[in-house]
């Protein structure tokens, strides 16, 4: 699935930009959710054979933020973590696990 999320700059709280940001899920919905992030150059794929050993128990989400694509305030870990945090907002109505490699990882430990 493809989300359309709000990000707006913390250097301009008036304007707010859609972003598209693509969510691979695995598993059953009903299942504690675990939540994949990947690197700079990461991509969803990357966490595939992950998620599919963990999906008989789980419920795996694998988010695909654009950043190649993000520009200013944005473009940053804080812009990536309010990013990823609209996304889950959005997609899980639970606590969940957060899985971060490199990027990632910093976004986890910020939202943790």
Do not use: Y
């Amino acid at each position: 699935m493809v989300l359309e999320s709000d990000l707006t700059g913390h250097d301009d709280s008036s304007r707010s930009v859609r972003t598209p940001v693509r969510v691979d899920e695995l598993g059953d919905v009903r299942a504690e959710p675990i939540v994949f992030l990947h690197g700079l150059l990461g991509q969803n794929e990357h966490w595939f054979p992950v998620a599919r050993r963990l999906a008989d128990r789980s419920r795996c989400l694998m988010i695909e933020t654009p950043l190649l694509q993000l520009r200013g305030a944005a473009c940053s870990v804080e812009g990536v973590t309010r990013l990823t945090i609209s996304v889950l907002v959005a997609i899980v109505d639970a606590p969940a696990i957060l899985i971060g490699n490199s990027l990632g990882g910093h976004v986890a430990q910020k939202i943790a």
